[in-house]
């Protein structure tokens, strides 16, 4: 019994050294494309981390192999690639009574989509006169 627990310990006293040593290696560019790397702080969401950074989500998600935006953790390193907006959208200039809602349904283009383009954080929050870009 003691043998066993000896190599349950030493295991992970092991585990405990080269995990960190490992993921503490300085990541490498994945494309020649520009960019550059983040560390995510704790409290850090890969929305945050895209309305800060002016790239979108899936842009992010994407370059790293992220499958779920919400799993990420305080210490991971994200590339994050340039990204520059094709300039093939229209601009919309909001009218009384509509919301964004009605405006992403004439347009066939998501609302979070029109939301994220103009930094609106409350999607009730538009008003009549407002001029969007829709991407």
């Not at 590339?79 to 009574?97: D, L, N, R």
Request: glycine share 8%.
């Amino acid at each position: 019994m003691k043998k066993l627990v000896l190599m349950v310990v030493l295991v992970m006293l092991v585990f405990t050294m080269v995990v960190p040593a490992v993921s503490a290696a300085p990541p490498v560019a994945p494309s020649a494309a520009g960019g550059y790397w983040y560390q995510v702080k704790y409290g850090d969401t890969l929305y945050g981390i895209s309305w800060y950074t002016g790239v979108p989500v899936q842009t992010i998600a994407n370059a790293n192999g992220i499958t779920n935006v919400n799993w990420i953790y305080a210490g991971q390193y994200l590339w994050i690639p340039t990204y520059t907006p094709a300039p093939s959208g229209t601009y919309h200039t909001v009218q009384w009574g509509e919301t964004l809602y009605s405006i992403s349904v004439a347009y066939g283009v998501n609302m979070w989509t029109i939301a994220q383009a103009n930094g609106i954080l409350n999607l009730n929050w538009i008003y009549a006169g407002q001029v969007l870009y829709i991407p």
